[in-house]
Structures are given as C-alpha cells and as structure tokens.
C-alpha cells in the first residue's frame, strides 16, 4: 500500500484509491480471522427466511457475546462459522449451497417437526435440530457444542 502511494506521488498522479480501499478492507478482514483464532470466537450465521426473527436471535447470541449476524439468504461462509439455520430457506438453495451447507453442519432451527423435516435436516448432516420456538439460551448452548465439535 506505501509502495503504492509513494509511486502515485513521484508520478504526480492521484493514488489507485479503489485498489487501497480493496488492499485495507483485506487487511481488516484477516485481522479479525487473527483475532477471532487468538481469542477463540466463534462467528455465527443465522440463516431465515423471516429476517426480523433472524436479526432478533442475532441480537440475543450478541447480548450473550457471540459473534453473531443474521441473513435472509446463505451467503459465503467464515472459516469456523457456526450456521443456524430455518429449514424454510433450504428450497431456495442451489445445489452447490446445500452442499456448502451440509458442509457446516449447520443447527437446524424449524418450525417443522414432521418426519419429512427431520430427514431434511439429516440429509443436511445437521448437528442440531431444534423446535421453534427456541431460547437464545438453549441456542447458545448448541452452538458451542457445535464449535467444540470442528
């Protein structure tokens, strides 16, 4: 980045701004991945398709000092991030989603306790299954049985 900024100003030309915002937006994002593996934090996705519900659970696991945020859609994961995730959503996902998903071994949180839920959530390998609705305590605790498993 100096590299970049003192080669700008010898040729008096204005720096490559988007390039130095890209460069320190990378630099922030593996810092935190460095603070997070030294203090071992665990992030967690909360994936709804009621986002006022997921925002809500999101809160309550940060009140309780987790690293939580939540989402209408499964996006990119973290290294080590936890997926709490409603069975609702899983119809909307594309095939290499759910298989990124399975992948995590997400804590399924549903509505559903019928048998065909059930085996949605094995087919997920799902390392939790819990009926809504949940205490952010109990959530809390399945989530760290979960980090403590990988």
Do not use: C, H, W
């Amino acid at each position: 980045m100096r590299a970049e900024l003192e080669i700008a100003q010898a040729d008096g030309e204005a720096p490559p701004v988007d390039r130095l915002i890209e460069d320190l937006r990378e630099a922030l994002e593996f810092l935190g991945q460095v603070e997070a593996a030294a203090l071992a934090i665990v992030p967690v996705l909360i994936v709804d398709d009621d986002e006022r519900l997921a925002e809500l659970t999101a809160r309550g696991l940060r009140r309780l000092g987790l690293d939580a945020e939540s989402a209408g859609r499964l996006r990119a994961l973290r290294p080590r991030e936890v997926v709490v995730f409603d069975l609702g959503v899983a119809r909307s996902l594309s095939a290499a989603e759910l298989a990124a998903l399975k992948g995590a071994r997400p804590i399924v949180v549903t509505g559903a306790a019928d048998p065909g839920s059930r085996a949605l959530a094995e087919d997920l390998d799902a390392s939790d299954y819990l009926v809504k609705p949940v205490e952010v305590d109990e959530l809390a605790e399945a989530i760290k049985r979960r980090a403590n498993y990988s």
